[in-house]
T-cell receptor, first 113, second 117 residues
Framework: ETGVTQTPRHLVMGMTNKKSLKCEQH?????MYWYKQSAKKPLELMFV???????ENNSVPSRFSPECPNSSHLFLHLHTLQPEDSALYLC????????????FGQGTRLTVV | AQTVTQSQPEMSVQEAETVTLSCTYD???????LFWYKQPPSRQMILVIR??????QNATENRFSVNFQKAAKSFSLKISDSQLGDAAMYFC??????????????FGKGTHLIIQP
């Protein structure tokens, strides 16, 4: 049983839709992350929240909008996506102490049609 | 910027045999952390092993061990007595020391490990 839970597991959306991905961690961590995993590419770090403050966004397009209301919850709001945004979106959490590994959720498989 | 390279897109090994997955990385930092993650078909990324760069001793976790060569910037994973449950994608990952975790992980492209019964 994972300490990081993502919902939904699968999502199909049209390019004009608005949807949100949700992540919840039960590990008492104080940093949360969104990663994008596309076929044949390394995992790409999208957003980092450390102590509920956004640290970096790595030049992610504005059609992706993160929200971190508290240290246990992280959202990724999606708006007017493109087909190339179809991917597995992984949430992770960790403790902001050097060397502590990240714990991942099972991901949301997103398909943009 | 740091980069992580896994040169083996796919590896195959007989059950009970030993297999080594390769990873090299590029960094200008002297202190950092390296990880191997496993991603089975369930898509759950699971930590296999981690290595602190300041430690000379190679990390081991049961059947999993690493060969960390800091000067060569190499970090290979050895899986002994391979089991069917080891079949998965394996990702090598890097984290810098100074960010305290706020800089996330840099991943390689992964190696698909197949276990032949």
């Amino acid at each position: 049983e994972t300490g990081v839970t993502q919902t939904p597991r699968h999502l199909v959306m049209g390019m004009t839709n608005k949807k949100s991905l949700k992540c919840e961690q039960h590990l008492g961590h104080n940093a949360m992350y969104w990663y994008k995993q596309s076929a044949k590419k390394p995992l790409e770090l999208m957003f980092v929240y450390s102590l509920e403050e956004r640290v970096e966004n790595n030049s992610v397009p504005s059609r992706f909008s993160p929200e971190c209301p508290n240290s246990s919850h992280l959202f990724l709001h999606l708006h007017t996506l493109q087909p190339e945004d179809s991917a597995l979106y992984l949430c992770a959490s960790s403790q902001v102490v050097q060397g502590i590994e990240a714990f991942f959720g099972q991901g949301t498989r997103l398909t943009v049609v | 910027a740091q980069t992580v390279t896994q040169s083996q897109p796919e590896m195959s090994v007989q059950e009970a045999e030993t297999v080594t997955l390769s990873c090299t990385y590029d960094t200008s930092e002297s202190d950092y952390y390296l990880f191997w993650y496993k991603q089975p078909p369930s898509r759950q990324m699971i930590l296999v092993i981690r290595q602190e760069a300041y430690k000379q001793q190679n990390a081991t976790e049961n059947r999993f061990s690493v060969n960390f060569q800091k000067a060569a910037k190499s970090f290979s994973l050895k899986i002994s007595d391979s089991q069917l449950g080891d079949a998965a994608m394996y990702f090598c990952a890097y984290r810098g020391y100074s960010g305290g975790g706020a800089d996330g992980l840099t991943f390689g492209k992964g190696t698909h490990l197949i276990i032949q019964p």
